[in-house]
């Protein structure tokens, strides 16, 4: 009689534990799958905005560098007034030009490994109410593709 009490006793105890971690595995996935495209609009924004930086920092490295000057992409000629008559735009220094400034930036961006998103926990509810409160989760994240 005693034997057959411990074992019922721990049959629900493996009861309990088991539906213990099925509501706690189910609610993880839940959570997951709800947090997920916050995150992610989260994650490209502030990938958006890394590129963005990096691209104006890199063109302005590259045109005060005094590489490349106006006067040697666009020449003006005038007619006998002194009226601007045509605008010319040598080409070939514009090719030159667009060629530095994409692997420039191409190098400035693939040296971005890795970054941190942090994300307040009342944006992760998805409530209008809660955005921006609570304490804030760091992510990691990187901007390979």
């Given amino acids: ?3 057959r009490q411990k ?8 009861l309990f534990l088991f ?8 609610s993880f996935f839940l959570f997951q799958k709800s947090m997920k495209p916050i995150v ?6 502030k990938a958006n905005n890394l590129t963005t930086v990096t691209v104006n920092n890199t063109i302005n490295e590259i045109l005060s560098s005094g590489e490349f000057h106006y006067d040697d992409l666009v020449s003006i000629e005038y007619d006998s007034q002194g009226k601007i008559s045509a605008v010319k735009t040598d080409s070939i220094a514009m090719n030159m030009l667009k060629t530095v400034v994409s692997v ?12 941190s998103l942090s994300i307040p926990m009342g944006t992760l509810t998805g409530s209008a109410f809660m955005t921006g409160l609570g304490p804030e989760i760091n992510i990691r994240t990187s901007l390979s593709c």
């Avoid at 074992?7 to 493996?14: A, E, K, N, V, W």
């Avoid at 539906?19 to 189910?26: F, L, N």
């Avoid at 420039?104 to 970054?115: D, G, H, L, M, R």
């Fill in 7 to 14: 074992t019922m006793r721990s049959f629900r105890l493996f």
């Fill in 19 to 26: 539906a213990a971690v099925c509501i706690i595995g189910v």
């Fill in 40 to 45: 992610k609009t989260f994650a490209l924004t």
């Fill in 1 to 3: 009689m005693r034997n």
């Fill in 104 to 115: 420039k930036i191409s190098e400035a961006v693939s040296s971005i490994e890795k970054t």
